[in-house]
């Protein structure tokens, strides 16, 4: 079943208890709100984490630009949110190089090609793992709470929905990694730790 960004907004508004939207440019409050904070929720969500399904890799052309130690860059893909560690072969379970990023490059000791694993900017809803929406779902709702109802307590119910839903998320993603059963520290979990 196809899914758009009009029904990920009007599940974030039945979290909320509030009527559904016909489009995200209807002239009402709701449908405001959540078109103004969609895409950027979006891609927090997308970055704070190493999604397995968001993941993509690319083979990039690197320059020497002859100074420190750190001395061949890298240009990011168009698409890419955040990096992945590096590695020398480019794959999860490599041996770490030095890297470090700076605006839309990749700094690394090692020559070119190099394979960048990252996190993609995934806009189309069917792209997506079904737990990732729930969660977009429910930061969505934590977002417009109180602008839209004006309840303290819809904020709490927000919250919570999207606690249990990185949570299921965080439990499907790991399994989805496959290899040896272990349990990551949160900022494994994130994708964003470096040797």
């Not at 168009?78 to 470090?100: F, H, M, Q």
């Not at 839903?165 to 496959?178: C, E, S, V, Y």
Request: charged share 20%.
């Amino acid at each position: 079943m196809a899914i758009t960004p009009l029904d990920i907004a009007n599940m974030a508004l039945a979290v909320l208890d509030e009527a559904p939207i016909d489009s995200l440019d209807q002239d009402v409050k709701a449908a405001r709100l959540l078109n103004l904070h969609f895409d950027l929720t979006r891609e927090a969500e997308l970055t704070k984490h190493a999604w397995v399904f968001a993941i993509l890799s690319a083979s990039v052309a690197g320059a020497d630009t002859g100074s420190g130690t750190l001395n061949f860059a890298y240009e990011l893909p168009v698409d890419c949110l955040r990096p992945l560690p590096l590695t020398l072969n480019g794959e999860p379970d490599g041996v770490p190089i030095s890297w470090r990023q700076e605006a839309g490059l990749i700094y690394c000791d090692q020559p070119g090609p190099r394979l960048i694993r990252y996190v993609a900017n995934l806009t189309d809803p069917n792209d997506w793992d079904a737990l990732f929406s729930e969660v977009l779902v429910a930061a969505l709702a934590i977002k417009i709470a109180h602008p839209l109802t004006h309840k303290s307590g819809m904020i709490d119910i927000a919250r919570s929905a999207y606690d249990r839903a990185l949570d299921a998320a965080f439990t499907a993603n790991a399994i989805q990694r496959g290899g040896r059963f272990y349990t990551a520290s949160w900022s494994q979990q994130r994708g964003d730790f470096r040797f």
